[in-house]
């Protein structure tokens, strides 16, 4: 190494400056692998330094991989799954990310050290999965959990910056959504008249609830002398074990006034179910969900999914997503002229700009109804 010049003072034996300016800082790390290994940091100052050796102390405390020149990625990765990642995201979130990392990171990437980690291994990467016949939104997606990743690394001082944002990624064609029009959403539900799940389609045509916000709907949280529905948790299942975890967002946590139909169909149900439960004697299970099977265990979502395909089969309407319906609500509020914040609010969506980028196609309508409208006022 080049002539160094140490600074001294308290706490300082292990960050000087050389020759050349620059400053080093070093730090003994125990590796995963049991053994201790030294790794410097440099900076144009020794704050900079400092600061560095700060972040990767806190690292080492959290359990968190710290960096050396020889540490690969997949290491730094199943640190960061397990300790950064498992305990702040829901179960279902945790499997996709491990996914991912499993399936179409660490093959390809996670033998590089992170701290050699370039962008053109990134793009290399980025150019293979799309070789391979992978979607532009599986890719996106694996390049978003690589980012994700590399933003801890980065603001634990494990890597000097994120290269994951400086690779272009493919370009994904947004899917057309498939929302219902009036006169089909009528006859939808016009059909729906004495199927069990009579409510359960309702409730998503009107309100415009996620499948998990429905199905995880508890009748307490159906308050029918304010007429209003409160979401307050979504059904999940994962490992063959059903749960009830927190909404999608802290706005998914809201509450919704219903409309007649809501009303009506909801105490349709209530009493149907209650029929149910003397049927089924002993085997039911009181869950106190809304929607429920006839012994009263958790609805299975692709049974939800294909009774559903199946009525809009017997319907005469096009072949639909369930989540389409969710798009059904919102177009139809549009339509009404209800205001995109009200909509918003309704959906649980985390901002404004969400609802109006996703619903853009209604918008040119509603913009030609309101030059009508100014026409009728101004002019009479």
């Not at 999914?305 to 549009?334: E, S």
Request: aromatic letters at 6%; glycine letters at 6%.
């Amino acid at each position: 190494m080049a002539g160094k010049r140490r600074a001294r003072g308290a706490g300082e034996g292990n960050i000087y400056r050389r020759d050349d300016g620059r400053w080093v800082g070093r730090l003994s790390d125990r590796h995963p692998d049991g053994r201790r290994r030294r790794v410097c940091v440099y900076g144009k100052t020794r704050s900079e330094v400092v600061e560095a050796l700060r972040k990767r102390l806190e690292a080492q405390q959290q359990g968190m991989v710290v960096s050396s020149g020889r540490t690969a990625l997949r290491q730094f990765l199943e640190s960061w799954l397990e300790e950064s990642v498992k305990p702040k995201v829901r179960v279902r979130t945790y499997a996709s990310y491990e996914q991912v990392v499993r399936l179409h990171i660490r093959p390809r990437l996670g033998h590089i050290p992170l701290s050699r980690l370039a962008p053109q291994h990134v793009q290399a990467w980025m150019n293979e999965l799309v070789a391979g016949g992978l979607s532009a939104r599986t890719c996106l997606y694996a390049r978003a959990v690589l980012r994700a990743s590399l933003s801890t690394a980065l603001r634990w001082g494990l890597v000097s910056r994120n290269v994951a944002t400086l690779v272009d990624a493919p370009r994904a064609i947004r899917q057309e959504i498939a929302p219902l029009d009036p006169d089909q959403a009528r006859s939808l539900l016009a059909s729906l008249q004495g199927h069990r799940l009579q409510a359960l389609f309702t409730v998503a045509v009107a309100l415009g609830l996620r499948q998990g916000e429905a199905l995880g709907l508890r009748w307490d949280s159906v308050d029918f002398d304010g007429r209003a529905l409160h979401v307050r948790a979504a059904l999940q299942r994962t490992k063959r074990q059903w749960q009830l975890v927190e909404p999608k967002s802290a706005r998914s946590r809201r509450s919704i006034p219903m409309p007649d139909v809501v009303v009506e169909a909801l105490r349709a149900h209530r009493t149907r179910q209650f029929r149910e439960r003397l049927l089924a004697g002993e085997k039911w299970r009181d869950t106190g969900l809304v929607f429920v099977t006839r012994t009263g265990t958790p609805l299975e979502s692709r049974n939800v999914t294909r009774t559903f395909q199946n009525l809009l089969k017997r319907a005469g309407l096009p072949r639909i997503r369930f989540h389409d319906l969710r798009h059904t609500a919102a177009t139809l509020l549009l339509a009404q002229g209800v205001d995109p914040r009200t909509i918003m609010e309704t959906l649980g969506h985390s901002q404004i700009s969400l609802t109006l980028n996703t619903y853009s196609h209604v918008l040119p309508v509603l913009k030609r109804d309101a030059a009508d409208r100014m026409n009728e006022l101004l002019v009479g």
